[in-house]
């Protein structure tokens, strides 16, 4: 039973405890309130301006409502958790990663950041995580730099496996392509046609993005990138973006958006060429030297 438990995501792990916590939580509170109940319906007749007992009935039934109040308290701060714990699990089921992860994910061997699911730690190695860029479709990593010994062949060994299923992927998509039959040559002409007309009909198809789509989309990769940085990095990177929004304060609103557009679109490119220079380019398998 314990092996199993420990295979199970972290996120359902937490759920369940927070579940078991809030059920407690909640027994507890219908038991305060049952007794404060009877302890009212006790009183039933007695006179409470005795002078002697009426004050202590009242202080003693207060002080039952403060411990009514402080149990919804913690009945409430349990059931937050628990939104944002699902709020969390759903945003890593709807990731959207090579099915080929989910396995590796599932038997502990990698594990997924909820924050960022694009992202994933390998079992047993600190710091290091293997990336998935949607966009580019491809895998690279981060953080490699200090990790050594024992850890970076485990890290070395995961990420090149990873690759190898990422290419025979890519190859299972492009097999079935090259090996469909011919079509007969009455009809070989008008296919081709047809084909050549698609990409403009369907250019001409696709809605233009918005400047604020465009803005959002920018602000997000820019996002992405600074997650990779240490904590002087990121400071670094704020007081630009803060020195951007001084700058064009009082401004129209669509130019304030063009100006933010160009900002992210502008250090997105930086960061995007200096991760391309300090890491190794997808595809290329991590060396067995070290």
């Known amino acids: 039973m314990v092996e199993n438990e420990n295979k199970q995501p972290a996120g359902s792990r937490r759920m369940k405890i927070l579940q ?5 939580k909640q027994a507890a509170f219908d038991q305060r309130l049952q007794n404060h109940f009877d302890d009212v319906r006790s009183a039933n007749g007695q006179p409470l301006n005795d002078k002697r007992n009426g004050q202590a009935t009242l202080n003693r ?6 411990g009514l109040r402080t149990a919804d308290k913690e009945i409430e701060k349990t059931q937050r958790a628990i939104e944002r714990e ?3 699990i759903d945003r890593v089921n709807n ?7 989910k396995p590796m994910i599932e038997s502990g061997e990698i594990t997924q950041w909820r924050k960022f699911p694009n992202r994933f730690f390998v079992s047993g190695v600190e710091k290091a995580r293997i990336i998935w860029d949607k966009d580019k479709q491809q ?4 953080y490699l ?7 970076f062949a485990k890290f070395r060994d995961t990420y090149n496996h ?3 299923l990422h290419r025979q992927k890519q190859e299972r998509k492009t097999t079935p392509e090259t090996e469909k039959p011919a079509p007969e040559n009455r009809e070989s002409e008008k296919p081709t046609q ?6 403009s009909e369907k250019e001409a198809r696709q809605p233009a993005q918005t400047l604020e789509e465009r803005l959002l989309v920018a602000k997000e990769q820019y996002g992405q990138r600074l997650s990779d940085m240490n904590a002087d990095e990121q400071k670094k990177y704020r007081i630009l973006e803060a020195g951007m929004e001084n700058l064009i304060k009082g401004l129209p609103e669509q130019t304030q958006m063009q100006a933010r557009l160009n900002f992210y679109q502008t250090q997105y490119g930086r960061l995007t060429t200096q991760k391309d220079l300090e890491q190794s380019p997808e595809q290329q398998e991590l060396f067995y030297g070290r």
């Open 20 to 24: 078991q916590s809030l059920a407690k």
């Open 61 to 66: 039934w207060e002080r039952q409502n403060d």
């Open 86 to 88: 699902q709020a969390a």
């Open 95 to 101: 990731a959207d990663i090579p099915a080929f992860l």
């Open 139 to 142: 895998f690279g990593y981060a």
């Open 145 to 151: 730099q200090g990790v050594k010994g024992e850890q």
């Open 162 to 164: 990873i690759l190898a």
């Open 194 to 199: 047809q084909a050549e007309e698609r990409p």
